[in-house]
Every structure is written in structure tokens, then in C-alpha cells.
């Protein structure tokens, strides 16, 4: 048992820091912008709130995050009453947000002056991972950081690995985006096709399903695509925010990404037509507008 705090309790932290507690036996403290998500989240599961990070941070060996974008990042972390103010010497602080790599460079750069470490982590598996306990978690920084979170962590991913230095598990996460966003487009261009031709979905989907062209988000998600039913699992307005970390990235590296560009700018149509908040498999309404 650790003594853990969670910083960030939205669709994603809240069963998260709840895993901590119901999987991992950790004794947890919370700290969310929206204390009464806090209040509700320690009468569910028993556990401690924080008014600020850095007193949710202090005397705790592990410190979790998962926020926003790069600006909720720092502003919990950096500052007076920022976690770092609060960090132990030899403490681990991991970060769940999807941000840039540059981002986790530089609260790695902090966390060392400071005397504590740092993971860079961000997640795959959207609501339905973080509620089953089973997310994917990639992971920059130092081997001896991640080698004492990993068991922490375990208590909601079913893969976790350590792919490099400060900023790797950020770089990580934006190949995923980067593959899920054309895979998408395709699926969605495919039932179109289908509707278009007359098939019925659900058999079309069982028998190409079981060949090369069978992906997660092909069995998890075609049956709201074909009913239309786009209100649940990973918001077309956070997809675009991944993606413009992975565009800014690549005009920094080097890389070519016409596909997920052209993709951004189909979600902003989808935006458009008022679908912020839908799921990201919306493309296809898209094609059906």
C-alpha cells in the first residue's frame, strides 16, 4: 500500500483514482477544480480531498494527474500552490494527461531540480478503459522512476510500458491518435459505402470483422455509428486537441501527416455541425449530413 493522490478527477480520473483505492489498496487523497467532484468522489470510496494540489501532493509517495491539455498541466503543478511545491524528496509524479512531449521535458527538468521523479503517461482505452481498469498506459522517463509507479498504476491498466525518456509516452500517444484518426475515416467511409449499397450492416461487420480489416474500433463502435448515436466515449473536441499536438510535433520532427491534417479538418466540420461533444466516430455523420 502507497500513500497516493490524484489530481483531476473528470470521465477518466475519477474511476481511475477509484481503481487506486478499490484495486490497489492505496490510500488515496483527491484534489479536482470542482471540489464537490471531490467531495463526491471521497464519499464513494472512502477517501481523502485536498483544497489545493500542492496540500493533496504533500507527505504522498505517488502523485497522479489527469488533465486537461499542457496549460491545466502546469497550472497544477507549477507555482505556490502547485503540486511540485508540495513533492516529498523521492516521490514520483505521473502524468495521465495527453500533452506535448516538450511539456513533460520540462516538469521532468523541474521534478529533478526538485528532488522527486517523473512519468510522463498518458492513456488509451477511453471511459470504458478507465471504468474497467483496463488502459493502456505509455510511459517516458527515467527506469527507475517508472519501476516504482508501474505497480501503482497496475490498479487501472492492463499494459503499461516504459518507451523511452521524458516526453516518449507523450510522443506515444500520438502515434495512437495519429492511427486511430485514418482508421476512423475508414470505417466510417466503409458502412457509408455499405448503407449506400444497401448491405445489412451487422452481417457486412461479422464477416469482415473476423479478416484484415478487423479493428477495435470497428467491434466497439459500428453499431452507434450505424443507429447514429454519437453521445458517449471520446469527445470529436478532444480528439482535435490530440491532434494538434501531433501537427505541431511533426512540423518540429519532420514528419508528414497529410492524413491525420485531413482528418482534423473533417472533425471541425463535425464541430460544425454542432457535434463537440460527440463521439469520434461521428466522421460518418459527416458523410451523411
Given at each position: 500500500m502507497a500513500k497516493v493522490a490524484f489530481l483531476g478527477l473528470g470521465v477518466m480520473g475519477f474511476p481511475m483514482a477509484g481503481h487506486l483505492?478499490?484495486?490497489g489498496g492505496h490510500e488515496v487523497t483527491v484534489y479536482?477544480?470542482?471540489?464537490?467532484?471531490?467531495?463526491?468522489?471521497?464519499?464513494?470510496?472512502?477517501?481523502?480531498?485536498?483544497?489545493?494540489?500542492?496540500?493533496?501532493?504533500e507527505g504522498q509517495d505517488f502523485v497522479m494527474a489527469?488533465?486537461?491539455?499542457?496549460?491545466?498541466?502546469?497550472?497544477?503543478t507549477i507555482g505556490a500552490d502547485g503540486a511540485f511545491a508540495g513533492m516529498k524528496k523521492g516521490a514520483t509524479f505521473v502524468d495521465h494527461t495527453t500533452a506535448s512531449a516538450e511539456v513533460a521535458r520540462e516538469l521532468d527538468a523541474a521534478a529533478?531540480?526538485?528532488g522527486f521523479k517523473f512519468v510522463d503517461a498518458p492513456v488509451s482505452g477511453g471511459q470504458a478503459g478507465a471504468e474497467n481498469g483496463v488502459l493502456t498506459?505509455?510511459?517516458?522517463?527515467?527506469?527507475?522512476?517508472?519501476?516504482?509507479?508501474?505497480?501503482?498504476?497496475?490498479?487501472?491498466?492492463?499494459?503499461?510500458?516504459?518507451?523511452?525518456?521524458?516526453?516518449?509516452?507523450?510522443?506515444?500517444?500520438?502515434?495512437?491518435?495519429?492511427?486511430?484518426?485514418?482508421?476512423?475515416?475508414?470505417?466510417?467511409?466503409?458502412?457509408?459505402?455499405?448503407k449506400k449499397s444497401g448491405l445489412d450492416i451487422a452481417s457486412v461487420i461479422e464477416t469482415i470483422s473476423k479478416g484484415a480489416a478487423q479493428s477495435w474500433q470497428m467491434e466497439n463502435r459500428y453499431k452507434a455509428m450505424n443507429e447514429g448515436k454519437y453521445d458517449f466515449g471520446f469527445a470529436v473536441e478532444w480528439m482535435r486537441k490530440d491532434l494538434s499536438i501531433c501537427i505541431s510535433e511533426a512540423r518540429r520532427?519532420?514528419?508528414?501527416?497529410?492524413?491525420?491534417?485531413?482528418?482534423?479538418?473533417?472533425?471541425?466540420?463535425?464541430?460544425?455541425?454542432g457535434g463537440k461533444r460527440w463521439d469520434t466516430c461521428s466522421l460518418l455523420a459527416r458523410l451523411e449530413k
Open positions: 483505492v478499490v484495486k479536482n477544480r470542482t471540489p464537490a467532484k471531490a467531495k463526491a468522489w471521497a464519499e464513494k470510496f472512502k477517501g481523502k480531498t485536498a483544497a489545493t494540489p500542492k496540500a493533496a501532493a489527469c488533465v486537461g491539455n499542457d496549460h491545466d498541466l502546469r497550472a497544477i529533478s531540480k526538485g498506459v505509455m510511459c517516458g522517463g527515467k527506469e527507475d522512476a517508472f519501476a516504482g509507479a508501474e505497480p501503482v498504476i497496475a490498479a487501472y491498466a492492463r499494459m503499461c510500458k516504459l518507451l523511452g525518456p521524458a516526453g516518449a509516452g507523450q510522443l506515444t500517444k500520438m502515434v495512437n491518435q495519429i492511427c486511430i484518426a485514418g482508421l476512423v475515416q475508414g470505417l466510417s467511409e466503409g458502412i457509408h459505402f455499405a520532427n519532420g514528419a508528414h501527416l497529410p492524413v491525420t491534417a485531413l482528418v482534423d479538418q473533417f472533425y471541425s466540420e463535425v464541430e460544425k455541425m
